[in-house]
C-alpha cells in the first residue's frame, strides 16, 4: 500500500490525538479518515449519491414543439 504524508499543526494533531484516543498523530488521523470514509459510505447507501442527483429530481413537463 503506498503511503502519504502532511504536515499539521502539532496542536491539532495533539487535539486529535486525545479525542481519538490514539497514542500517534499517525494512528489519529488514519482512524478520522476511515471513520470519515465509512460515514459517507453509510450515507450514500441511504440517500444515494451524487449519481442519483437526475433519478431524485422532480420530472419536467415535455417540451411542446409547433
Do not use: C, Y
Not at 4 to 9: I, Y
Not at 49 to 66: I, T
Amino acid at each position: 500500500m503506498a503511503k502519504v504524508t502532511v504536515s499539521l499543526d502539532a496542536d491539532l494533531a495533539i487535539e486529535v490525538m486525545l479525542l481519538a484516543g490514539t497514542k500517534s498523530p499517525q494512528d489519529a488521523v488514519e482512524l478520522l479518515v476511515r471513520d470519515f470514509l465509512a460515514t459517507r459510505r453509510r450515507t450514500e447507501a441511504r440517500t444515494g449519491d451524487a449519481a442519483d442527483e437526475s433519478r431524485l429530481a422532480a420530472p419536467q413537463a415535455p417540451v411542446q414543439e409547433g
